[in-house]
Structure formats: C-alpha cells, structure tokens
C-alpha cells in the first residue's frame, strides 16, 4: 500500500522500482540465511523495501500511457476498447476505454470517451472496438471552490484525458476480439433484459437490479437517496455483505458432500467456483471482484479447519487484488469494505465477550446489533470525511432488512435462474416484488426520520487520521483497561478537540469573496467568518456550490440575496455590468465583471474606469468572450473567465 502510494504521487517509473526489486531479492535471501534469531532485522526491512518496491512497480504498470509518446495536442486516429460503460448525464455517453492503438501503431492507456448526447443511439457495450478520429484533451480541474474533484477521480482510474467525438466519427469494428469481464457484462445484460419481461415495478427492478447483479444505473435518485440516509445503501452494492451472506448460503447447502472422500476439499473447490459464477452473472464488477476474492480466502482458511489469524486473511486477499489492480487502494468502496471487514473481524468478538445474553432471541438481536455497530465504527471517519453526514438511525434499517437479506439474496437467486429459461411463475414475481416494495418502505421511513440524519458535518484528512487513531486507542482501552491507554485515549481527544477549536477559529477570521462559475448564472460567494452570502442572478439556478462551499469552510449560515452593480472588497472596488450596460458613475473601478452578455462598447468602458482586472462568467456568450479577452489582451489588461480558468477569489489587500 505504501508503494502504490508512491508511485502514484511521485510518479517513478517503473523500470526503476523493477532494477531495485532485482537487487533486493539476492539480498533478502543472504540475510534469511545468515540473520540470527536475535539481532537487528534485516531481513524484515529487506522485505520491507521489496514490497514497497513491488507497488510502486505495480502502480506504474497500471498508469502507463504509451499513447503520450504521440503528440497529442494534434488530431489522431485512435483504435479503442470499451472497458466499462459509465452512467450518462444530461449532456453525453461516457466510456472507460482502453486505447489499443494510435495511428495504426501499438499504444497502451486509459481515456475517457465522451459521445454527445444524440450519439448515444451507438449503445456501445463492454469489448466493443472502433476507430475515432480527434484530439485528447486534458481533463479539466474543477470549475468552482470545494468543488468535487473528477480529474482527480480519474487519476485514481489511470484516466488523464478525454476524448470527445460524435457518431460520425466512429468506425465500429467487426468481430472485435471478447474478454471475461466483456462476456460477463453481456450476460449480465441479457438477464436484465429478461427480468424487463415480467411484471416488476420500475423502482422494485432498479433495486434488484443493483441488490443482486451490481447495477445502480436503473435506480431513481429519490430511492438511492433514501438508502444513503437510511445508513443502507451498502445493500445496494454487490460487497461484501452479499457475497459473505452467499458464502453461509453455499456453505450449508453444499455440507452434505463432507460424507464423500475427500469431501471438504471437493465442497470447498465448490463453493469458490459458485461464488465466481455468482461474480461473472453480477458483471464481474470492482466490488464484487473484491468481495468473492476476499470469501474465497475465507472459504480456504474455513477448510483448513485450525486457529487461522483473521487478519493474515484479510493482508493476504488485500494483496492478491492490490498486485492485480493497484489502483483499487484510492476507490472509496475498496478503502469502506476493508475498513467494516476488519472492524468486524476486530470489534465484534470483543462486543460478543462484554456481553452474552442467554435469551436465543435476545442474542441474535444483539449479534446483529455488534455486527452492524462494529462495522458503522469501522467506516465512520471515511464516511465523514466523504459524505459528510452521519445517519444516527443506521442501526435500524440494519435490524429491519439485514435479517431477510439471506432470504432476498437466496430467492432472488432463484428468480434469476428461472427468468433465464423463461419459467418464472408470475406468482414469484408478486411475491418477490412485494418484498422488495416493502424493503424500500422501511428504508423510505427511515431515510424520513430527518431528525434522525446529521447532515453537513465537516470533516478533513486531519480528523480523518485522529478519528482512526481515537477509534483504535478507544477499543485497545476497553478491551483491557489500564491508566496508560486512558492517556493515550485522553490525548488523542485532546489533539482532534484542539484541531476543531483552531480550524474554527481560522474561519471565523476568514473574509473572502469568490466569483463562481455556474451556466447562465451570476453567483458571487462572499464568507465573512461562520456565515456565507450567496449573491446569486438566479437563487434557483445554484447547485450545489452553497453546499460544498458551506461543509468545505465549516460555514453554519447561509443567506441568499440578489447581485449588486457594485461591491467593497477591503480597499478595492468590484463594478457588476449585466445585460443593461450601464456604466457606472464613479470612476477608476480595480475590477470589471460583466455578466449576462452586455452589449458594451468594451475600449470605451476600460478608458473609463481603468480597471486593473477583467472578469468574465457563465452568463455570458462564448463569441462575447472571445472578443472581450481579444480586446484585454491589446489593452494589457489582465482577463479572467470562470468557463476557462474556474472561479477567482478577489485579493482585498493593498497592492
């Protein structure tokens, strides 16, 4: 992990990390052979620096473009695999696509397809070849402050460019060659397509779609939302949860082969081979890849039948999945499964020790009530620090649904199996329907208890790293109560409480004022201390900017007023010109912003107030734009637009 971390940040190549790793194995075996049992650890290091060596070799492998070796601020033609297809937006289709060659030359790397949004009649499935000719282009960094970062995003994909392109641009390529996860996605398709047969509802279908086949697509936002505020929306994703409830299953129904020789191996060649069949019908997804790998380690250690440490199971399926797709380490739903696994693996015993109650009904209760408070404990602090909201009722929906989700998983299952050869009996469809209709109700309730859902909460990397760290101190301390522990807990609430007092103080002596950029909008972000004023042409047209503005600086009020022709920032003076054009009275303005496609004698208006700064926002015609920065650019005058360079934060101080 620490390799791939690396490698990542530091970007070394790695035919370096490779040479480092071929001298370091001669090394590791001379101190394995001659290192005392007691003495400094040599080897332990040496193996340290290999492995360390092996990520950053392995990163490297997994973000390598090839393609750059071509000069790509020019138009190509690109030969492209379609890797995963991506949930379209208002705008356009996208693709993770794989370039395969460049020019008719060999080229390796990963881009992202962009196909408009009358072009998406193409449907494009996973293994589907074609040429397109265009220009890569840079991923572009966010638009607005505290925005959510997508070229980041895809950095952690191995994707720092895209491609845009419309229908008659692709030439589609017959008998294109097929992988697994290729056929795996096109079954995956084909069972969908037969579920759309049957009577389901539309939002009883988007959830088992995505309950039992790892597809969320078809599932509206009203519904998705209810299960994130529910605490439930790791039902909605193929995981772990799943495919461990899968593994009991499976473990059960195949314990009657124990009685034949050599049994237990033959049962546990069984249950690995249907749980990958269960990972190819889901789509061969990332998570669900992650999932039965790490089962499948279990299921062995589950053979073997001795003391076996839980946690080398779980360093060891971390290993295998991080060799073969490193830049899993970044994706939330790798860094979330992980951390409720071990939580799980780590709490729940010791839950169990504190209490065992002698009531049968009673401890199941209080089984599933370990298991669901370990795991929420677990992804606590990531969870902050992501989404930035807590649901206090979490347990709740755990205790409602969690209990059936055996039955749900086994029939839907069964459903599948029966859709597929066309003998799903419409009074199994009812039946199945009604569960699913009644799951959502009670997710629905929940997600409804607002009260109950603490939202806004803000959370950085510097609180994420002490709620781990006052999570471990807090658990070491009540396994096994000592003095020394107390300390150590003391002092990590001590550090986390000083960071909230000094990130709160520096807010409240905070004042700035930031043009975003936002659509055929004006929005004009003024924070003075804890409160933010949203100066806005439109306060219907915002986003989310006041949202991730307010979370990101940890601001409490939020008020919205209508823009003004001018502002005071500091010593400085900001003047606002908007489709009316009036010019102001006052003169020598240090900023110009013109919204909303002024029809302005621009060389007339800059003799005027002399400004020192030209801003341009999203309100405004690209053609206007461009003869506005022409004409900036012969006065010497410094120009500005948000649709180009992202928001501005207006400098108040005395030059």
């Known amino acids: 992990m620490l390799g791939i971390v690396i490698g ?189 047969a049957y009577d389901f509802g539309t939002e009883e279908l988007g959830v088992i779609e995505a309950l039992l086949l790892g597809k969320r697509d078809d599932i509206s936002e009203t519904t998705y939302n209810n299960y994130i505020n ?36 033959l049962k546990m060649i069984l249950v690995i081979a249907l749980l990958w069949s269960y990972a190819f019908v889901a789509g061969l997804s990332p998570s669900i890849v992650r999932a039965v790998t790490m089962f499948s380690f279990l299921a062995y250690a589950i053979h073997l039948n001795r003391p076996t440490n839980s946690f080398n199971i779980i360093a060891l399926s971390m290993l295998f999945i991080l060799l073969m797709k490193p830049l899993f380490l970044f994706q939330v739903g ?70 059936f989700l055996g039955l749900i998983l086994g029939l839907g299952i069964l459903v599948i199996a029966l859709a597929l050869f066309d003998l799903l009996p419409s009074f199994l469809v009812t039946l199945f329907n009604e569960i699913i209709e009644i799951m959502n109700s009670i997710i629905g309730w929940v997600a409804n208890q607002e009260g109950f859902l603490i939202k806004n909460i803000p959370f950085d990397s510097v609180q994420l790293l002490m709620g781990y760290f006052i999570v471990f101190a807090l658990v070491i301390f009540l396994s096994k109560t000592s003095k ?25 002596n905070t004042e700035k004022l930031s043009l975003a950029h936002r659509s055929r909008n004006t929005v004009l972000l003024h924070q003075t201390g804890s409160e933010l004023f949203v100066y806005a042409k439109d306060s219907s047209n915002l986003g989310s900017l006041a949202y991730d503005f307010s979370v990101a600086e940890r601001i409490q009020n939020i008020a919205i007023k209508p823009i003004q022709n001018s502002y005071k920032i500091g010593t400085k003076k900001l003047y606002v010109i908007d489709s009316l054009g009036l010019f102001p009275l006052e003169k020598e303005y240090d900023y110009l912003l013109l919204t909303q496609s002024p029809k302005v004698n621009l060389e007339r208006l800059l003799d005027s107030i002399q400004p020192k700064t030209v801003l341009a926002d999203g309100s405004n015609y690209p053609s206007y734009v461009k003869r506005w920065k022409q004409t900036c650019s012969e006065k010497e005058i410094p120009f500005h637009h948000t649709g180009e360079k992202g928001f501005y934060v207006f400098d108040s101080a005395d030059d």
């Open 8 to 196: 990542f940040y530091v970007e070394i190549t790695p035919l370096l990390s490779l040479i480092f790793m071929v001298v370091l194995l001669p090394i590791l075996y001379g101190v394995g052979k001659k290192q005392p049992r007691e003495g400094f650890p040599y080897f332990e290091i040496s193996t340290a620096l290999l492995v360390t060596c092996l990520g950053i070799f392995s990163v490297g492998l997994a973000t390598y473009k090839s393609y750059q070796n071509h000069d790509i601020s020019k138009e190509h033609t690109w030969k492209l695999k379609v890797r995963e297809v991506l949930k379209p937006n208002d705008f356009s289709q996208r693709y993770f696509v794989d370039v395969l060659a460049v020019e008719n030359e060999k080229a390796a790397g990963r881009l992202l397809l962009s196909l408009s949004k009358d072009s998406s009649s193409v449907g494009f499935g996973v293994d589907d070849e074609f040429y397109v000719t265009g220009k890569v282009e840079t991923i572009r960094s966010p638009l607005n402050p505290n925005q959510f970062d997508y070229k980041a995003y895809l950095q952690k994909q191995g994707i720092s460019h895209q491609i845009r392109a419309d229908e008659k641009a692709i030439l589609l390529v017959e008998d294109a060659s097929k992988t697994l996860v290729g056929r795996a996605s096109n079954f995956r398709e084909h069972i969908i397509s037969k579920l759309k």
């Open 230 to 265: 529910a605490g439930a929306v790791h039902i909605l994703a193929v995981s772990g949860l799943h495919v461990g409830i899968l593994l009991l299953i499976l473990q059960f129904l195949c314990s009657p082969l124990e009685q034949l020789p050599k049994g237990k191996t």
């Open 334 to 403: 790798f860094q979330m499964s992980y951390a409720a696994v071990i939580a799980i693996v780590w709490i729940y015993p010791k839950l169990q020790r504190f209490w065992f109650p002698d009531n049968i009904f009673v401890r199941k209760v209080w089984q599933l009530l370990s298991v669901s408070a370990a795991a929420q404990l677990g992804v606590l602090p990531i969870s902050l620090f992501y989404f930035h909201q807590f649901p206090a009722l979490f347990f709740v929906s755990n205790l409602l649904v969690i209990p």
């Open 484 to 508: 020394r522990k107390l300390l150590v807990l003391f002092g990590g609430l001590v550090v986390f409480q000083n960071w909230l007092i000094w990130s709160t103080y520096q807010t409240n």
